[in-house]
Antibody
Framework: EVQLVESGGGLVQPGGSLRLSCAAS????????MHWVRQVPGKGLVWVSR????????RYADSVWGRFTISSDNAKNTLYLQMNSLRDEDTAVYYC??????????????WGKGTTVTVSS | SYELTQPPSVSVSPGQTASITCSGDKLGDKYASWYQHKPGQSPVVVMYQDTKRPSGIPERFSGSNSGNTATLTISGTQAMDEADYYC?????????FGGGTKLTVL
C-alpha cells in the first residue's frame, strides 16, 4: 500500500527548531517529486516546499525561504523538513505529499495524515 | 506573486449540480488540479491536469479550464461530497493553492 506517515511535530518556542519526517512506503521517493504543504487550523492549504527526484533541486515559499530546508534520504525512503527560526505564524498541520506528475505541472496524488507544529512561548 | 481566487462557499441541494470556480491570471495556460478536504482527513485529489479524474473518483466530478477560470463541476451532488475544495496550479516552479471553497449540501 502506498503510504506517507509524518512525524516530528510538537510544541516549540519562537525562534526554535524542529525537524519533520515523512516516511514513505509502497513506492520509492527518489522517483518522485515530493512536497510539504501546511494548513493553519481553520484556514486553507498553503504550499511550503518541494524537492525534485534528483534529491537536489528544491524550491520554497517566500514565507519560509532561508528558514526551512527540505531534504530526502533515499536509503530510509524518508522526506524531511528542517524548520529553523520558527515563528508563531508557522503554527499549522504539516502534510507531506507525493507529486504524481513529478513535473512543474504536477499534482499531489498521495498525502500523509499530517503532523501538528505549534510555535508558542 | 500568483494568486488563485475561489468563492468562500457554495451551497447545493442533493442531486443538483455544484460548480466551484477558481480564477487566476491566464489560468487557462496552466494545468489546474482540485483537492477535496474533509475535516480530520487528508486532502484527496479529485481532478488533475484540468480534466483528468484519478482512479476511484466518481464520474460525477468533472473539470474545465479556459481563459482565467478553472471550474470543478459535481453533477448529482451527494451528501458525501460536502467538504472544502481547493484548486491548485503552478507558477514559476512553485505551487499555488486557492483559498478554498466550502461546499455545503443541503
Amino acid at each position: 500500500e502506498v503510504q506517507l506517515v509524518e512525524s516530528g511535530g510538537g510544541l516549540v518556542q519562537p525562534g526554535g527548531s524542529l525537524r519533520l519526517s515523512c516516511a514513505a512506503s509502497g513506492f520509492t521517493i527518489s522517483t518522485y517529486w515530493m512536497h510539504w504543504v501546511r494548513q493553519v487550523p481553520g484556514k486553507g492549504l498553503v504550499w511550503v516546499s518541494r524537492i525534485e527526484s534528483d534529491g537536489i533541486t528544491t524550491r520554497y515559499a517566500d514565507s519560509v525561504w532561508g528558514r526551512f530546508t527540505i531534504s530526502s534520504d533515499n536509503a530510509k525512503n524518508t522526506l524531511y523538513l528542517q524548520m529553523n527560526s520558527l515563528r508563531d505564524e508557522d503554527t499549522a498541520v504539516y502534510y507531506c505529499a507525493r507529486d504524481g506528475g513529478s513535473s512543474s505541472s504536477g499534482y499531489m496524488d498521495v498525502w500523509g495524515k499530517g503532523t501538528t507544529v505549534t510555535v508558542s512561548s | 506573486s500568483y494568486e488563485l481566487t475561489q468563492p468562500p462557499s457554495v451551497s447545493v441541494s442533493p442531486g443538483q449540480t455544484a460548480s466551484i470556480t477558481c480564477s487566476g491570471d491566464k489560468l487557462g495556460d496552466k494545468y489546474a488540479s482540485w483537492y477535496q478536504h474533509k475535516p480530520g482527513q487528508s486532502p484527496v485529489v479529485v481532478m488533475y491536469q484540468d480534466t483528468k479524474r484519478p482512479s476511484g473518483i466518481p464520474e460525477r466530478f468533472s473539470g474545465s479550464n479556459s481563459g482565467n477560470t478553472a471550474t470543478l463541476t459535481i453533477s448529482g451532488t451527494q451528501a458525501m461530497d460536502e467538504a472544502d475544495y481547493y484548486c491548485q496550479a503552478w507558477d514559476t516552479g512553485t505551487v499555488v493553492f486557492g483559498g478554498g471553497t466550502k461546499l455545503t449540501v443541503l
